[in-house]
């Protein structure tokens, strides 16, 4: 079975820092994707960024970046240059080829508020 | 555009009353899921589907019933037997290539029994 653990329920940082949010993952799985989701107010998931097992290179898309450490099973989500409009719940998820046919597990969040 | 699109946005239910939520898909996915979130909580996988005519149990099926007859569609419906089923419901869908692939969700739908 897999598991996603997000260990911080809110978080707050200021206006152009950059803020790390910590997500640890437990699978028996070999290959596994790991994606970061974005759900705003509105309920909406937005997809930030991925990460597959194999992947040597740390993955980044603009703002976002993934601090991949395998060994220890963490996959913190980095966002730099903080905006107001990243204030949002970010969801950590997993998904294995063992399950539910591609399925993602998720965490159960982190609240993020960016202040001025 | 392509997307996701279900309906209603909000839905309104009494006890012991069955319901429906629609979720159509022209991304031409083969896989669509739904999912189902609780307040400060992740989301959690009901049923999904591979295949048109065919779909498998989550890991909170019971009270839910489902069906694949399109592939562009993957109604849920919410019955009677579903002790608490106030959340807000996400269908997303994926293609199945690799595990890379990843899911795109729909607005949601917010479901409040009266």
């Known amino acids: 079975a897999q598991k996603i653990t997000q260990t911080q329920p809110g978080m707050f940082v200021q206006e152009k820092e950059a803020v790390t949010l910590d997500c640890t993952y437990d699978t028996s799985d070999q290959s596994y994707g790991l994606f970061w989701y974005k759900q705003p107010s509105s309920g909406e998931m937005i997809f930030l960024i991925y990460?597959?097992?194999?992947?040597?290179q740390n993955a980044t898309e603009g703002r976002y970046s993934l601090n991949f450490q395998k060994a220890r099973k963490s996959a913190n989500l980095v966002i730099s240059a903080s905006q107001l409009g990243d204030s949002a719940m970010y969801f950590c998820?997993?998904?294995?080829?063992?399950?539910?046919?591609?399925?993602?597990?998720f965490g159960k969040g982190t609240s993020l508020l960016v202040t001025p | 555009d392509g997307g996701i699109t279900q309906s209603p946005k909000y839905l309104f239910r009494k006890e012991g009353q069955n319901v429906t939520l629609s979720c159509e898909q022209n991304l031409n996915h083969d896989a669509m899921y739904w999912y189902r979130q609780d307040p400060g909580q992740g989301l959690r996988l009901i049923y999904y589907s591979q295949i048109v005519n065919d779909f498998q149990k989550g890991d909170i099926a019971e009270g839910y019933s489902v069906s694949r007859e399109k592939k562009e569609s993957f109604p849920l419906t919410v019955t009677s037997a579903q002790k608490n089923p106030t959340a807000f419901y996400l269908c997303a869908s994926s293609g199945l290539a690799d595990a890379r692939n990843e899911q795109f969700f729909g607005p949601g739908t917010r479901l409040t029994v009266l």
């Open positions: 990460q597959g097992s194999y992947d040597e």
């Open positions: 998820a997993m998904r294995g080829y063992s399950n539910s046919g591609y399925a993602l597990n």
